[in-house]
């Protein structure tokens, strides 16, 4: 059974960092690409950044390109996003999925159950 | 970027209606439109890929077509589980990009 597992989120001041990850079981994880899609409390979903299977294909939504850093690492089979510089509007619940294929555009056939992150002084 | 824009915003029907809802995108996308359900407090589930696809053990009577820049999710026949937000996504190109959400609402 595929299993994907959020943790990192938690209350931060705007302008400061904060790691997330995301531990991955009941696959091959170094087979799929995999997202971060976050979704601001009664809001739709935003695809925050994807990575494909060997990290050498990145993408990143514009509202967070040179902020966010998303990477991962396979042998560990965990995911990560490094939020540095947050602002009130990256307020979300965090989730975690695994794309259907090996591209970073590819359907996200499984989702975690998201971490939240809140941005406030 | 692709925008996605979907419609309605919001609808509601009674168990056994057929219901449809459309997405449009900015520019053409191919097939490359995924579908998703999303219940309150839970997270999405996959339904449809490549436009037409059904994920594995999603129910028959969803159905999505269309190519290029139009695309619909139709449900054949509504049934109480299926109340929910459904959400679409280019998958075309970098940054994805998801459509606004419909809300089918139990009339």
């Known amino acids: 059974e595929v299993q994907l597992v959020e943790s990192g989120g938690g209350l931060v001041q705007p302008g400061r960092s904060l790691r997330l990850s995301c531990s991955a079981s009941?696959?091959?994880?170094?087979?799929?690409?995999m997202h971060w899609v976050r979704q601001a409390p009664g809001k739709g979903l935003e695809w925050v950044a994807g990575?494909?299977?060997?990290?050498?294909?990145?993408g990143y939504a514009d509202s967070v390109k040179g902020r966010f850093t998303i990477s991962r690492d396979n042998a560990k089979n965990s995911l990560y996003l490094q939020m540095n510089s947050l602002r009130a509007e990256d307020t979300a619940l965090y989730y975690c999925?695994?794309?259907?294929?090996?591209?970073?555009?590819?359907?996200?056939?499984?989702w975690g159950h998201g971490t939240l992150v809140t941005v406030s002084s | 970027d692709i925008q996605m824009t979907q419609s309605p915003s919001s609808l509601s029907a009674f168990v056994g209606d057929r219901v449809t809802i459309t997405c449009r995108a900015s520019?053409?996308?191919?097939?490359?439109l995924n579908w998703y359900q999303q219940k309150p407090g839970k997270a999405p589930k996959f339904l449809i890929y490549?436009?037409?696809i059904l994920q594995s053990g999603v129910p028959s009577r969803f159905n999505g077509s269309g190519s290029g820049t139009d695309f619909t999710l139709t449900i054949s026949s509504l049934q109480p589980e299926d109340f929910a937000t459904y959400f679409c996504?280019?998958?075309?190109?970098?940054?994805?990009?998801f459509g606004q959400g419909t809300k089918v609402e139990i009339k």
């Open positions: 999925a695994k794309a259907r294929t090996t591209g970073i555009t590819a359907g996200d056939d499984h």
């Open positions: 996504q280019q998958g075309y190109s970098s940054p994805v990009t």
């Open positions: 520019q053409s996308i191919g097939k490359y």
């Open positions: 990575i494909n299977w060997k990290s050498d294909t990145i």
């Open positions: 009941g696959f091959i994880f170094g087979d799929y690409a």
């Open positions: 490549i436009a037409s």
